[in-house]
T-cell receptor, first 116, second 115 residues
Framework: GNSVTQMEGPVTLSEEAFLTINCTYT??????LFWYVQYPGEGLQLLLK?????DKGSNKGFEATYRKETTSFHLEKGSVQVSDSAVYFC???????????????FGQGTILTVHP | NAGVTQTPKFRVLKTGQSMTLLCAQD?????MYWYRQDPGMGLRLIHY???????AKGEVPDGYNVSRLKKQNFLLGLESAAPSQTSVYFC??????????????FGSGTRLTVV
């Protein structure tokens, strides 16, 4: 079955530091890959996505590249802010047209805390 | 605002009590999902629905039932609550297969404590 593994957390950084959160996956076929962010007390929000190999998803200064050869989708940001403090989830989905019905498989989440 | 609405936001139950969590979406999405979130375990799929009148089991369905009598609503029921069901529950929806690679829209969650 499908699985997603994220780097162990929590991650604590100073403002303006470089961020990397590692994500690797196991899946059959060609899944779509996502990063979701959860701010305190809220639901999950889609941060970025990539649907095929070598695609780069980007949003709000965050980037992730779909690497099929290493089955990875690492999240990066060049300069984090205090407002980026949240829980970040990597996820994958088989295509909705198949029998998986677009179900998402999530990693365990990585807590990011950014200090001023 | 359009989106996914969950009620209630918080609830405390005694062991053995029953309750229903309501999820409503106004985006005309075909697919709806119920997940539970537990520390260190990410989100795990409980049940899902691919259209009005349909339901299917996810990864952790035991102790839960669901119904989708109307396209916009997806109900999650606990018939006899247990402490192991203490969790945060999230509902999500997405369009059907005609729109590929679409991310979910999540509700804000229901925090349930079973004592």
């Amino acid at each position: 079955g499908n699985s997603v593994t994220q780097m162990e957390g929590p991650v604590t950084l100073s403002e303006e530091a470089f961020l990397t959160i590692n994500c690797t996956y196991t899946a059959t076929g060609y899944p779509s890959l996502f990063w979701y962010v959860q701010y305190p007390g809220e639901g999950l929000q889609l941060l970025l996505k990539a649907t095929k190999a070598d695609d780069k998803g980007s949003n709000k200064g965050f980037e992730a590249t779909y690497r099929k050869e290493t089955t990875s989708f690492h999240l990066e940001k060049g300069s984090v802010q205090v407002s980026d403090s949240a829980v970040y989830f990597c996820a994958l989905s088989d295509h909705a047209g198949g029998t998986s019905y677009g179900k998402l498989t999530f990693g365990q989440g990585t807590i990011l805390t950014v200090h001023p | 605002n359009a989106g996914v609405t969950q009620t209630p936001k918080f609830r405390v139950l005694k062991t053995g009590q029953s309750m229903t969590l309501l999820c409503a979406q106004d985006m005309n999405h075909e697919y709806m999902y119920w997940y539970r979130q537990d520390p260190g375990m990410g989100l795990r799929l409980i049940h899902y629905s691919v259209g009005e009148g349909t339901t299917a089991k996810g990864e952790v369905p035991d102790g839960y039932n669901v119904s989708r009598l109307k396209k916009q609503n997806f109900l999650l029921g606990l018939e006899s609550a247990a402490p192991s069901q203490t969790s945060v529950y999230f509902c999500a929806s997405r369009p059907g297969p005609a729109i590929a690679n679409y991310g979910y829209t999540f509700g804000s969650g229901t925090r349930l404590t079973v004592v």
